[in-house]
C-alpha cells in the first residue's frame, strides 16, 4: 500500500493538468485508520512528503486516526462529515495539538466533527451525502479563504 500511494503522490506532483486534489476514503465508516504496525512505511506516503504543492482537500468520511491524521495536517482544506471523529494516539506520527489533548497518559478522547470545526481542525462539516460534492467545490473554488494553499498549523 505505501508503495501504491508513493506512486500515486509523485504520478499527480508531476501532472500539469491537475490543479487540485480532493482525498477521501472509500466507505461511510472511517477516512483511514492508518497503516499496520507491522507495516511501517518505507518510502513517503503523503502528498507533502512526494513534493506535492498543489491544492489539498481532505475529506474526512467517518474515523481518521494515526497516518491519516498527516493527511489532515497537510491539507489546505478540511470538509468533515457530520459523523467524523478524529483520533490521536501517536505523538510520532500526527502534529502536537492533536497529540497534547491527553495529558493523563491516556488515549486522548476522539474529537468530533463539531470540536474539530470550533478549533479549526477542519473547516467545514456537512451531511455523509454532501461530503464529496463540498469537497468538489471547496476544490475548484478560487474565492474560498481556505484554498489558498492553508497549511494547517496543529500546535
Not at 5 to 12: A, I
Not at 14 to 43: H, N, T, W
Not at 94 to 101: A, K, Q, S
Amino acid at each position: 500500500m505505501a508503495r501504491r500511494l508513493n506512486f500515486v503522490w509523485c504520478s499527480v506532483r508531476d501532472d500539469p493538468e491537475v490543479d487540485a486534489i480532493v482525498l477521501s476514503g472509500a466507505g461511510a465508516e472511517a477516512f483511514s485508520v492508518g497503516f499496520d504496525r507491522a507495516d511501517r512505511p518505507s518510502v513517503p506516503v503523503t502528498p507533502r512528503e512526494c513534493g506535492v504543492d498543489k491544492r489539498l482537500v481532505v475529506a474526512v468520511n467517518g474515523v481518521a486516526c494515526r497516518e491519516a491524521l498527516q493527511l489532515v495536517e497537510q491539507a489546505d482544506v478540511v470538509v468533515a462529515s457530520a459523523h467524523a471523529r478524529f483520533l490521536a494516539a501517536a505523538p510520532d506520527l500526527v502534529g502536537p495539538r492533536l497529540t497534547t489533548r491527553g495529558s493523563t497518559g491516556t488515549a486522548p478522547a476522539p474529537i468530533t466533527a463539531e470540536h474539530a470545526l470550533r478549533s479549526g481542525l477542519a473547516d467545514d462539516v456537512v451531511p455523509l451525502a454532501s461530503l464529496h460534492r463540498r469537497a468538489a467545490e471547496l476544490a475548484t473554488s478560487l474565492d474560498h479563504p481556505h484554498t489558498q494553499h492553508r497549511r494547517r498549523n496543529l500546535t
